[in-house]
């Protein structure tokens, strides 16, 4: 079992659809990222938690530390937001840490 | 402002060689650190580095190095190269520090391809 699992894997949506992702993980964290990559591997950091909710246009994050899970929700849709989504976790021992990165959700939006 | 800039952006080298990755943070960035992302696969966390110091290591083998420099550039090192470390190689820059869970700012990468 991997220590940070997604799902879904891949997501097929409607323009103007509500959509969620979700991540899940078994280590002790102390943030975790939700990266978007777009099809020629250029990644781009959508948000970094360590608790609450975070908000930024029409994606929302939020984590639940006690239950070890994080969401990414887009509201409105649009084909633009057709990429990969992966959730990325920093698991800290002492003063080395490790970042483990979930397979990642592959969504495609139609119009 | 300059982004986090990587070269070269792609290379080919053969088994055996040895290969240097470069990253450039962005100015201010204390940490960079390094993925390998395999043609279809999820990136892999290769290290991290902080005031020249390493502060995480993913489960590569010990063919793969790393070092920081003063300017808080980095270089990745690979020896004995196989034909699985073919990948992308990605650099992240980030504030670091007691800011060690700031967000990550990614490179455009270098394409690796061994033959």
């Known amino acids: 079992k991997n220590e940070v699992e997604q799902s879904p894997q891949n997501l097929t949506a409607q323009e103007g659809e509500f959509i969620t992702i979700n991540c899940s993980y078994s280590v002790g964290i102390s943030a975790l990222h939700w990266l978007q990559q777009h099809p020629g591997g250029g990644i781009v950091s959508l948000f970094m938690l360590s608790s609450g909710k975070k908000k930024h246009g029409r994606l929302i994050a939020t984590i639940n530390i006690q239950e070890k899970h994080s969401s990414l929700h887009i509201t409105a849709s649009h084909p633009r937001d057709s990429a990969v989504y992966i959730c990325?976790?920093?698991?800290?021992?002492?003063?080395?840490?490790?970042?483990?990165f979930g397979k990642g959700t592959k969504l495609s939006v139609k119009p | 402002d300059a982004g986090v800039t990587q070269s070269p952006t792609h290379l080919i080298k053969t088994r055996g060689q040895h290969v240097t990755l470069r990253c450039s943070p962005i100015s201010g960035h204390k940490s960079v650190s390094w993925y390998q992302q395999v043609l279809g696969q999820g990136p892999q966390f290769i290290f991290q580095?902080?005031?020249?110091?390493?502060?995480g290591r993913g489960n590569f083998p010990d063919r793969f190095s790393a070092r920081q420099f003063p300017n808080y550039s980095s270089e990745l090192n690979v020896n004995a190269l196989l034909l699985g470390d073919s990948a992308l190689y990605l650099c992240?820059?980030?504030?670091?520090?007691?800011?060690?869970?700031?967000?990550?700012?990614f490179g455009n990468g270098t394409r690796l391809t061994v033959t």
């Open positions: 992240a820059s980030s504030l670091g520090g007691r800011s060690r869970n700031s967000p990550l700012h």
């Open positions: 580095y902080y005031e020249k110091e390493e502060r």
């Open positions: 990325a976790a920093w698991n800290y021992g002492g003063s080395q840490g490790n970042l483990i």
